[in-house]
C-alpha cells in the first residue's frame, strides 16, 4: 500500500473516494492524525496529516514514529511525504516543484531512530523491524541512496507530462523550528550544500528506512529562504501558496499513484540487511 503524508496546507486529498478512518494507537504513541484510506485510481491509499487536524503539531513536535509505525501496522511500504519548503538554490522559484536527493540533518531533540538496543522498546509482530526492537538489536541504517530511485523516477514522468516546474534533484535540510532560520544560517545551510530548507523531512526519512518502506519526498518552494529576497517571512504566504498549488498536487497525485508500478524494484526493501551489530 502506498502511504501519502501531507504537510502544511496538505490536510486532506479532496474528491478522493473515503473507504474508512483508523485510529491507530502504536507502542510510540497516537499518530498525529487518523489514517485515511481512501481510493486513487482504483488503489487503496493511506492519507495521513503531519500537523494534524487544524495543524496543532508544530514540526519539533510531530510524532513521526508513531506515524511511520502506524503506517507500518497497516501495511504501508511506500511513502509519498508532500512539503513546503524554502528555497535556498538560486535556481528555484516560488511555485517549483523539487524531487529531494539526498539530506542534511540540523535538527537538536528529536528521537530519530526505533532502534535503542537495550532501551528499545518490545513490540509485537513477526517481521524483522519488530524482531529486531523484542531481540535489543543495535541497528545502523546505511542512507547513501535514502529516497527512493523508483519513486524518484515516477515523479519525473507525472511531473514531466503534467509540463510542471520541477527539479529533479535537490538536498533538503531539516532545521528543528517552529522558528524560520536566520540569514546566517541559510548562508551556512547553502555552503554546506542545502537546496531547500524546511523543519519536518528528518527524521521522517531514516524512520521509514528503518521500516524498509520506500520513501520520496515531493517539495514545493513556498518562498525564498532568509535572506534570500531582503523581505521578513510569513507563515501565512507558506499557506497562501500551498492553496494556489491545491489543484496541481491534487492530479500530481493521482497520476502518481496510478503510475507507480505494483512490485518494489529498488532495494529499499532490503534496508535492513546486516545493519544489526
Same mark, same amino acid.
Request: glycine share 8%; charged share 25%; net charge neutral.
Given at each position: 500500500?502506498?502511504?501519502?503524508?501531507?504537510?502544511?496546507?496538505?490536510?486532506?486529498?479532496?474528491?478522493?473516494?473515503i473507504?474508512?478512518?483508523i485510529?491507530?494507537s502504536?507502542?510510540?504513541?497516537? @499518530?498525529?492524525?487518523? !489514517? &485515511? /484510506?481512501? %481510493?486513487?485510481?482504483?488503489?487503496e491509499v493511506?492519507?495521513? *496529516?503531519?500537523?494534524?487536524? $487544524?495543524h496543532?503539531?508544530p514540526?519539533?513536535?510531530?510524532p513521526?514514529?508513531?506515524?511511520?509505525?502506524?503506517?507500518?501496522?497497516?501495511g504501508?511500504?511506500?511513502?509519498?511525504?508532500?512539503?513546503?519548503?524554502?528555497g535556498?538554490n538560486?535556481?528555484?522559484? @516560488?511555485g517549483?516543484? !523539487? &524531487? /529531494?536527493? %539526498?539530506?542534511?540533518d540540523?535538527?537538536?531533540?528529536?528521537k *530519530?531512530?526505533?532502534y535503542? $538496543?537495550?532501551e528499545?522498546?518490545?513490540?509485537?509482530?513477526e517481521?524483522?523491524?519488530?524482531?529486531?526492537l523484542?531481540?535489543?538489536?543495535?541497528v545502523?541504517?546505511?542512507?547513501?541512496?535514502?529516497?527512493?530511485?523508483?519513486?524518484?523516477?515516477?515523479?519525473?514522468?507525472?511531473l514531466?507530462?503534467?509540463?510542471?516546474p520541477?527539479?529533479?534533484?535537490?538536498?533538503?535540510?531539516?532545521t528543528?523550528?517552529?522558528r524560520f532560520e536566520?540569514?546566517a544560517?541559510?548562508r551556512a545551510?547553502?555552503?554546506?550544500?542545502?537546496?531547500?530548507?524546511?523543519?519536518?523531512?528528518y527524521?521522517?526519512?531514516?524512520l521509514?528506512?528503518?521500516?524498509?518502506?520506500?520513501?520520496?519526498?515531493?517539495?514545493?518552494?513556498?518562498?525564498?529562504?532568509?535572506g534570500i529576497?531582503g523581505?521578513?517571512?510569513?507563515?501565512?504566504?507558506?499557506?497562501?501558496?500551498?492553496?494556489?498549488?491545491?489543484?496541481?498536487i491534487?492530479?500530481?497525485?493521482?497520476r502518481?499513484?496510478s503510475?507507480?508500478?505494483?512490485e518494489r524494484?529498488?532495494?529499499?526493501?532490503?534496508?535492513?540487511?546486516d545493519?544489526e551489530?
Amino acid at each position: 500500500m502506498i502511504g501519502i503524508i501531507g504537510g502544511s496546507g496538505i490536510y486532506n486529498i479532496e474528491g478522493a473516494r473515503i473507504i474508512k478512518e483508523i485510529n491507530i494507537s502504536t507502542p510510540f504513541g497516537k @499518530p498525529s492524525s487518523p !489514517v &485515511v /484510506i481512501m %481510493d486513487i485510481e482504483g488503489r487503496e491509499v493511506a492519507f495521513l *496529516s503531519r500537523h494534524g487536524r $487544524g495543524h496543532i503539531y508544530p514540526p519539533h513536535l510531530v510524532p513521526y514514529r508513531a506515524n511511520l509505525w502506524a503506517f507500518r501496522e497497516i501495511g504501508v511500504s511506500r511513502v509519498l511525504s508532500l512539503c513546503a519548503v524554502g528555497g535556498i538554490n538560486r535556481k528555484l522559484q @516560488p511555485g517549483d516543484y !523539487v &524531487v /529531494i536527493s %539526498d539530506f542534511i540533518d540540523l535538527t537538536k531533540n528529536r528521537k *530519530s531512530t526505533f532502534y535503542e $538496543g537495550i532501551e528499545s522498546l518490545r513490540v509485537e509482530g513477526e517481521d524483522k523491524p519488530a524482531k529486531l526492537l523484542r531481540e535489543g538489536r543495535v541497528v545502523h541504517i546505511d542512507v547513501s541512496e535514502a529516497y527512493c530511485p523508483q519513486m524518484r523516477s515516477v515523479l519525473y514522468k507525472v511531473l514531466e507530462n503534467l509540463n510542471l516546474p520541477f527539479h529533479a534533484e535537490g538536498i533538503y535540510a531539516c532545521t528543528e523550528g517552529p522558528r524560520f532560520e536566520t540569514p546566517a544560517e541559510i548562508r551556512a545551510i547553502e555552503k554546506l550544500g542545502g537546496d531547500v530548507v524546511g523543519m519536518t523531512g528528518y527524521p521522517e526519512v531514516v524512520l521509514a528506512r528503518e521500516l524498509a518502506m520506500c520513501y520520496a519526498s515531493l517539495c514545493v518552494v513556498a518562498n525564498p529562504a532568509a535572506g534570500i529576497s531582503g523581505r521578513r517571512l510569513t507563515s501565512q504566504e507558506v499557506i497562501e501558496l500551498m492553496k494556489s498549488k491545491d489543484q496541481e498536487i491534487k492530479l500530481l497525485i493521482k497520476r502518481f499513484v496510478s503510475e507507480l508500478p505494483e512490485e518494489r524494484t529498488c532495494n529499499c526493501k532490503n534496508a535492513l540487511e546486516d545493519a544489526e551489530v
